[in-house]
């Protein structure tokens, strides 16, 4: 059964074409608007999903994640969804979980809905758990929330958030966005809740394109740089330490909160 036809998905996608076929084909069993951006590869990912009915645009280069998403999101305006959900073409993530992702879109969607990997320890890389929990850390201060997982990029935006959102999109900021764009959300009004999807880590040979230290490393100076532009923002952090549960939806007693700014 299709999701309502105002929710528009975007893949972003560099030398996926393994596995990128399978995950479009997962996708549209679940949503009628698809938008595959090609970044720039070089193994003939496009070619793969060529004859599916998404749209898929190309850059001429290899832009980054960052660029990709943005292009998807503002094509996905240009169609008039009003709500962008993101998903990977690396088949790291179950389409099959996307109802439960837009499930909870429809319940709170002013929201950012991201899907939580961190209860799999056993299925997740040591090391990327470990970087995940450092920037889990590090954004959930600078939001001033906790945050179950702030790095997966199996999510559900409203798009108006890609209008308003002042946020770095070019190849430095490629893993650096999906972080930031968490921080800049609650600068708005608009707080992520996380939702328990599956994960896969199931291609040992198809090395990552996140860098744990570099992007680490990125992620941390640019939310060293907002909270300092805040003075250290010290209720951000005592809000993120608090108590009580890793979920950071807002209760349904809460009003909807939702600013929003022309770019």
């Known amino acids: 059964m299709k999701v309502q036809t105002n929710v528009a998905v975007v893949i972003p996608a560099f030398n996926e074409k393994?596995?990128?076929?399978?995950?479009v084909q997962g996708v549209l069993d679940h949503a009628s608007l698809v938008i595959?951006?090609?970044?720039?590869?070089?193994?003939?990912?496009?070619?793969?999903?060529?004859?599916?009915?998404?749209?898929?645009?190309?850059?001429?280069?290899?832009?980054?994640?960052?660029?990709?998403?943005?292009?998807?999101a503002h094509e996905a305006l240009r169609r008039h969804a009003d709500a962008v959900c993101t998903i990977d073409?690396?088949?790291?993530?179950d389409p099959n979980d996307m109802p439960r992702?837009?499930?909870?879109?429809?319940?709170?969607?002013?929201?950012?809905?991201?899907?939580?990997?961190?209860h799999s320890v056993a299925a997740?890389?040591?090391?990327?758990?470990?970087?995940?929990?450092?920037?889990?850390?590090?954004?959930?201060?600078?939001?001033?929330?906790?945050?179950?997982?702030?790095?997966?990029?199996?999510?559900?935006?409203?798009?108006?958030?890609f209008q308003s959102a002042r946020v770095r999109h070019d190849r430095s900021a490629s893993f650096v966005f999906e972080?930031?764009?968490?921080?800049?959300?609650a600068r708005l009004g608009v707080r992520a809740t996380c939702v328990p999807i599956t994960v896969t880590y199931a291609n040992?040979?198809?090395?990552?394109?996140?860098?744990?230290?570099?992007?680490?490393a990125r992620i941390v100076r640019?939310?060293?740089?907002?909270?300092?532009?805040?003075?250290?923002?010290?209720p951000g952090l005592l809000r993120s330490l608090e108590i009580g549960g890793t979920d950071p939806g807002r209760s349904v007693s809460d009003p909807p909160v939702r600013h929003r700014e022309v770019s």
């Not at 393994?18 to 995950?23: I, S």
Request: include cysteine; glycine fraction near 8%; aromatic fraction near 8%.
């Open 18 to 23: 393994a596995t990128l076929r399978r995950v």
């Open 36 to 72: 595959v951006v090609d970044d720039g590869s070089t193994d003939g990912t496009a070619d793969v999903v060529a004859d599916l009915p998404v749209i898929l645009l190309r850059n001429e280069r290899n832009d980054g994640k960052a660029a990709s998403l943005w292009r998807g």
């Open 89 to 93: 073409g690396d088949a790291q993530h």
């Open 101 to 118: 992702l837009l499930a909870a879109h429809r319940d709170s969607p002013e929201s950012i809905v991201i899907g939580s990997r961190l």
């Open 124 to 161: 997740i890389p040591r090391a990327r758990y470990r970087a995940n929990q450092i920037a889990n850390f590090w954004i959930g201060w600078a939001a001033g929330y906790r945050i179950a997982d702030s790095q997966c990029g199996f999510r559900v935006y409203p798009a108006w958030l």
């Open 179 to 185: 972080s930031e764009i968490i921080i800049e959300a």
């Open 204 to 216: 040992p040979s198809r090395a990552s394109h996140f860098r744990p230290v570099v992007d680490i």
């Open 222 to 234: 640019m939310v060293a740089l907002r909270l300092l532009a805040r003075g250290l923002y010290l």
